[in-house]
């Protein structure tokens, strides 16, 4: 049976697949709805496809509309959040419209461009997704991605005037090592208003990042069985899932030394998804890191 715990959407563990891809380079739906039921009959509260793990940019809109819609239909009545970043507001809009229509519960934006934006495109950006659909939108901030980095004060104005219901943060950065979430949260309070305030990047997850209303990752769409019994540790604060907590963190440790989608569908690959290589100009892993992944894969906790 499936357990949800979030009391509102964008909360607990998102699990965000990658999209495989057949050996024809199209989407592999059938290998796409494992992950997503796979990760959902372990535990996690909702997927998210199409982000960066699931190559969203890569896909045209087409190919959009058959991933949302079998993501929709391997989670049966759970949540689905659909990314749905683009270059333009014209796409972003279209996008989130059809996503919704194929049954999204919740839209991603990490607004973007060729060149950083400033806060009154991003607010006309966004706004413009909030007014198309009544989907509840996570804000997306990707600042070394994007060179865009969403203040507090900001997220706060979003949160009050829109739809905009939560906010995906990186868990750390070099300028701001810890004190994201307090200081998200902080500004939420001072207006008045509430949001989930989450938090991604694996290592520092599975580590010791601050407290998070959700964790957004691309790894536990893979290995959902672990990262499920480590943030039910985390929120409950037991420490029964020692062993794929530290087999985890292991292999989020050795991703990083990899590029990030070529890692992930290596790693879908050894634990018995077919996923392809990415995209290009994504790489995929090299042997060497494939070899890395495989000693991992077989040091998983039973
Ligand atoms: N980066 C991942 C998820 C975790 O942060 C994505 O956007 O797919």
């Given amino acids: 049976m499936r357990v949800t715990s979030h009391p509102g959407p964008f909360h607990g563990l998102l699990a965000y697949p990658v999209t495989p891809l057949a050996a024809d380079g199209a989407p592999d739906l059938r290998a796409l709805a494992d992950l997503v039921a796979g990760a959902l009959d372990a535990g996690a509260d909702a997927v998210t496809v ?85 989907a509840p939108v996570c804000f997306y901030n990707k600042p070394l991605q994007t060179g865009y980095d969403l203040t507090p004060e900001f997220f706060a104005r979003l949160v009050r005037e829109t739809t905009v219901h939560a906010v995906k943060d990186p868990a750390t950065l070099p300028a701001r090592p810890r004190g994201r979430a307090a200081a998200l949260r902080a500004a939420l309070a001072s207006s008045d208003v509430t949001a989930s305030v989450g938090l991604s990047m694996d290592v520092a997850l599975l580590d010791d990042a601050e407290a998070a209303d959700a964790w957004h ?55 018995g998804t077919p996923a392809g290589a990415p995209r290009g100009p994504a790489l995929a892993a090299t042997r060497a890191q494939v070899d890395v992944l495989r000693d991992l894969v077989a040091q998983r906790p039973t």
């Fill in 217 to 271: 990752t691309g790894l536990a769409a893979l290995a959902p069985v672990e990262y499920v019994a480590v943030r039910r540790d985390r929120v409950d604060g037991t420490e029964h899932a020692v062993e794929a907590r530290r087999w985890l963190l292991a292999v989020a440790t050795a991703l990083t030394a990899m590029r990030p989608l070529g890692g992930l569908h290596a790693l879908a690959e050894l634990l």
């Fill in 50 to 134: 199409l982000a960066s793990s699931g190559a969203g940019t890569s896909f045209d809109r087409s190919e959009r509309d058959l991933v949302v819609r079998a993501a929709v239909a391997a989670a049966a009545s759970a949540p689905v959040h659909v990314a749905v970043s683009a270059p333009t507001t014209r796409d972003v809009v279209r996008f989130g419209r059809d996503a919704v229509d194929a049954g999204a519960a919740g839209l991603l934006i990490a607004p973007f461009a060729y060149g950083p934006l400033v806060d009154d495109e991003v607010e006309a950006h966004v706004r413009a997704l909030c007014d198309a659909t009544a």
